[in-house]
């Protein structure tokens, strides 16, 4: 069994930037892919970024340039750091992760593991 936690997510104004953390627990090799994804009220579930064992990493064209997603190895941890936060950031974010394959677009259904989510609000 693998457990995600994430933390991090707070109320921000415009322009503001925080840091999501995801920790993971009980890996066992099902960390190839992780991810971020989010989902507004009334909207689809989206993928945010993706990376895999060899850090190399994909963004969604929505955050490239703004958000900035790592990995920790010794704690199988995940981070995505956000910034110039927007209002349509607004959102309850996710991570997930399995060992099969990254790729831009990877939807969160396909992840075996996921998270419960942590809640970003961005006010104008």
């Known amino acids: 069994q693998v457990d995600l936690l994430e933390s991090g997510g707070d109320s921000v104004q415009t322009g503001e930037s925080l840091r999501l953390s995801c920790s993971v627990s009980g890996s066992n090799g099902n960390t190839r892919c992780m991810g971020w994804f989010r989902q507004a009220p009334g909207k689809e579930r989206e993928g945010v970024a993706w990376?895999?064992?060899?850090?190399?990493?994909w963004y969604s064209d929505s955050v490239q340039g703004r958000f900035t997603i790592s990995r920790d190895y010794p704690k199988n941890g995940l981070s995505l750091q956000m910034n110039s936060l927007k209002p349509e950031d607004t959102a309850m974010y996710y991570c997930?992760?399995?060992?099969?394959?990254?790729?831009?677009?990877?939807?969160?259904?396909?992840?075996?593991?996921r998270g419960q989510g942590t809640s970003v609000t961005v006010s104008s």
């Open positions: 997930a992760t399995d060992g099969d394959a990254c790729y831009l677009g990877r939807a969160v259904t396909e992840y075996r593991y």
């Open positions: 990376i895999n064992l060899a850090r190399s990493t």
